[in-house]
């Protein structure tokens, strides 16, 4: 199964507080939040870490309603992987281009912390996307949290693929794994990350596509 039933009973905290949250907001998603995207097409796997309590959560699409959103589905549309019509609405008529976006818990977990529990009660939804990408090349985790839950997909050990803005590792028998900051409101207003730094990593990626559909 790809995505989790509406009503998923996996984690019982995440349950919780999805019957909270649909009590106080019925008119939001409050569901597990599906990959976006068309993965039997898609080169490029993108992996959050959940979704946001009034971004993905509250609209039903990955990064959507919040500001980690602007920043990663403008620099997708300047590299050629969306088109420009990311409005932070679920009408807003955003198609991606060769990528597809998931997170690595699908249920909006309180103060945006899954617990180790929820993050491998949720793996196997993560490892079926994968497996029904016929052409994925890349994958890229933003930040540590998902990073360690695409390693852990392919069963490696995580000593070994420290995470690391910028940073791509090659793993037998699994796509190109990058890494990069989370592009979250709090790392730009910090300085964690910044749109360059943001850009080059989906540059570099964009390359990396090209040279593997070009058979380099």
């Known amino acids: 199964m790809l995505n989790p039933d509406r009503d998923c009973p996996r984690c019982p905290r995440l349950v919780a ?30 992996v ?20 980690a959103g602007t920043l990663l589905y ?7 992987l969306a088109n420009d019509a990311f409005d932070a609405r679920i009408d807003d008529g955003l198609v991606l281009h060769g990528a597809a976006v998931t997170n690595a818990v699908r249920c909006v977990p309180p103060q945006n912390k899954p617990t180790g529990a929820e993050i491998k009660s949720c793996a ?4 079926a996307t994968v ?7 890349v994958i890229l985790a933003l930040g540590r949290i998902a990073h360690d839950a695409v390693l852990r997909t392919f069963g490696a050990r995580l000593s070994a693929h420290p ?20 592009p979250s409101r709090y790392n730009v207003n910090t300085g964690v990350l910044n749109a360059e730094m943001f ?17 380099g």
């Open 17 to 46: 507080f999805r019957d909270e949250q649909r009590s106080k907001h019925p008119e939001w998603h409050n569901a597990p939040v599906p990959t976006y995207g068309d993965i039997l097409d898609a080169r490029l796997l993108i």
């Open 48 to 67: 959050g870490l959940a979704p946001g309590l009034q971004g993905a959560n509250r609209t039903g699409r990955p990064f959507t309603g919040d500001y």
């Open 74 to 80: 403008d620099t997708l549309a300047a590299h050629g």
């Open 124 to 127: 196997p939804f993560l490892a």
């Open 131 to 137: 497996a029904a990408m016929p052409r994925i090349r």
């Open 163 to 182: 995470f690391g803005h910028g940073r791509i590792h090659r793993i037998d028998g699994a796509p190109a794994i990058a890494d990069s900051y989370h």
């Open 199 to 215: 850009g080059a990593v989906i540059s570099e990626i964009r390359r990396h596509v090209d040279r593997s559909d070009a058979g």
